[in-house]
């Protein structure tokens, strides 16, 4: 049959062969494109020359749901055979959310699950690795620069550096001297059953005494402080980079990482000691109370024993360590909220990783300085 039409033009082109017309889509058909391209394409359309439409989006870049709706709506109103060709995977999902019901060969079309490519697959997740490795990178880099600054006088907020302290370290005081009183009265009932069988009770003092101050109360402590601050200093952060006010303290000249990361860092390695002394009376008072109760061991013979075998050297390492894990809590929960992007979902999503690369980085702190320790024989 004759070609007797074909005009081409920035956005389409088309192509007329007796009673089919093809449009063959081109760039981006979005909500910014001209008035009178819509008006043409409604035209060309809904003209009565044509029984049957081909759109074709083969040399597409773009297409939104402003242009979806569109072609939806053209083609309904204009109740001619139409036809959509070579849809990308893309366009595909934009015509299933809208619900196109245009035609029984479209529908088809769109509820047609692309296949993808596991290589694909596997390069795209090598490259969001790659991309989260430099932006951590770009973030320690500019955190160890800052925080080499954090004892000049200026770059301490008192007032910030106090409300953190409280968020940080009084109000989670009572859960963490909880969970650590419950965690001794544990530990003390399960190590009693162990020695007892061997008739070595009177050695559950130093045992659990030593693995309260090195070890657990410690980790509770800090466990709990990452999964409470973690996720809420991503989510605020998150929130402020959502709602551009990040970017209005950058333009007015104030520095993010002085006003927004070094306060939190700061309150924690202040507040995490404290946290861990209280976490380690907490838990060895729980075990008092069991050997009082269910060993017969009273209170002033524990704090005898254990102040005889217990050195003090093992308060000080639970300590030390403390700072460390106020740091790495403190730098994930900051470094996870200034990478949400411009959506609420990532919110969600990148609290959720707050928590659990905060949990790891202290767990994986810990075994490293029980490794060190235990090399230094300390």
Known sequence: ???????????????????????NLKNNWNYKLPAQIWTQTAALIGSKKFNKIVLNFKEIKELDYAAALFFKNTF?????????????????????????????????????????????QIGKNLTAFFAGFCAFLNFTGEFLVKFSKIFMLKNIRVKEILAYFEDAGIKSVFIVCLTSFLIG???????????????????????????TLREIAPLIAAIIVAGRLASSFTAQIGVMKITEEI???????????????????????VAMPLIVFLADVAGIFGEMVVMENYLNISFDSYLARFSQEVDIKHLYVGLFK?????????????????????????VGTYT???VVNAIFGVIMVDALFSIIFTQLGI
């Open 1 to 23: 049959m004759p070609l007797f039409l074909k005009f081409e033009s920035e956005f389409y082109k088309c192509e007329q062969s007796g009673g089919k017309l093809t449009i």
């Open 352 to 354: 959720t990783v707050s």
């Open 76 to 120: 309904l109103n204009a109740c001619k055979n139409y036809e959509l060709v070579n849809l990308t995977p893309h366009a595909q999902k934009i015509f299933a959310s809208i619900n196109s019901e245009i035609n029984p060969k479209i529908k088809q079309i769109i509820d047609a699950k692309p296949h993808e490519n596991p290589f694909s």
């Open 185 to 211: 009265i544990v530990l003390a009932y399960q190590g009693s059953n162990l020695l007892e069988s061997f008739g070595a009770t009177i050695i559950i003092v130093e045992m659990m005494g030593l693995l």
């Open 322 to 346: 403390a700072p460390f894990f106020g740091i790495v809590i403190a730098f994930i929960g900051c470094m996870r909220g200034f990478q949400i992007g411009g959506n609420t979902q990532s």
């Open 247 to 269: 970017d209005a303290m950058k333009t007015m000249g104030f520095d993010p990482f002085k006003f927004l990361v070094l306060p939190r860092v700061i309150a924690l390695i």
